[in-house]
Nanobody, 127 residues
Framework: QVQLVESGGGLVQAGGSLRLSCAAS????????MGWFRQAPGKEREFVAA????????DYAHSVKGRFTISRDNAKNTVYLQMNSLKPEDTALYYC????????????????????WGQGTQVTVSS
């Protein structure tokens, strides 16, 4: 049984930073890409960032590029999302997900490329 558990969310002022973590179990973590998505109230789930394991390639949504950094520690079965220069529009429930196959990095921006999701961690950025 694959399990993903996010942590690290919270309330932060605009301009601040948070680091999200996602601990994975039940699958050979190092073999699969990992992604972060977010969903704000009344909006659809949107892609934030992805990282593949083979060469560490990453991809980011335009809205977070230059502010967020995705990384992974295969020894700890954990993926991270460092979020800097946070804005009120970053407020959302953040989910991590593990990929269901092997694709080029550009294809990991769509939810259908993932088959297991965490429960989410809330990030709230005040203005």
């Amino acid at each position: 049984q694959v399990q993903l558990v996010e942590s690290g969310g919270g309330l932060v002022q605009a301009g601040g930073s948070l680091r999200l973590s996602c601990a994975a179990s039940g699958r050979t973590f190092s073999n699969y890409a990992m992604g972060w998505f977010r969903q704000a109230p009344g909006k659809e789930r949107e892609f934030v960032a992805a990282i593949i394991s083979s060469d560490g390639s990453t991809d980011y949504a335009h809205s977070v590029k230059g502010r967020f950094t995705i990384s992974r520690d295969n020894a700890k079965n954990t993926v991270y999302l460092q979020m800097n220069s946070l804005k009120p529009e970053d407020t959302a429930l953040y989910y991590c997900a593990i990929a269901n196959g092997y694709y080029s990095i550009i294809y990991y921006s769509v939810p259908v490329k993932y088959d297991y999701w965490g429960q989410g961690t809330q990030v709230t950025v005040s203005s």
